[in-house]
């Protein structure tokens, strides 16, 4: 009685569970974007930390958009700056054009006011002496 060595077995235990694994980069990326990571245990236990991280990403994004809008609002003001000190220079050139003693000389001659051509005067007032009490 020779048992053979090599023998063929047609039936071959199948895997009760039916669930394959899929290893490496592959099979995490489909435990992700299928949910199954979800069911076990220890990822319902990481749940608060994934919902903080959802917040942190939130104000994170949030604060992006806050600081963009910040920065297009100060480059507006400094558009706006920049016009108005133009207008301001424009305007004191104006007025001092229009302040010349002959700018102000021409507008008076409409209304028969002339120039003096006399120099000022300055008056100076002596100080009263102690007699005069």
Do not use: C, W
């Not at 569970?17 to 992700?32: A, L, P």
């Not at 050139?93 to 507008?107: D, R």
């Not at 100076?124 to 102690?130: H, V």
């Amino acid at each position: 009685m020779v048992k053979p060595v090599n023998e063929i077995k047609t039936d071959a235990p199948e895997k009760a569970t039916g669930k394959t694994r899929i290893k490496g980069v592959g099979g995490v990326f489909q435990n992700v974007l299928g949910g199954n990571f979800l069911r076990r245990e220890s990822s319902i236990r990481l749940l608060p930390f994934f919902l903080f991280l959802a917040i942190i990403t939130m104000f994170y994004i949030a604060n992006t958009y806050y600081a963009e809008k910040k920065e297009r609002d100060i480059q507006a003001l400094r558009k706006s700056l920049k016009e108005l000190r133009y207008e301001y220079i424009t305007a004191r050139s104006e007025l001092m054009k229009q302040s010349q003693q002959s700018a102000v000389a021409l507008k008076l001659k409409d209304i028969d006011i002339k120039e003096s051509r006399v120099p000022p005067v300055k008056v100076i007032k002596k100080k009263e002496s102690a007699l005069h009490d």
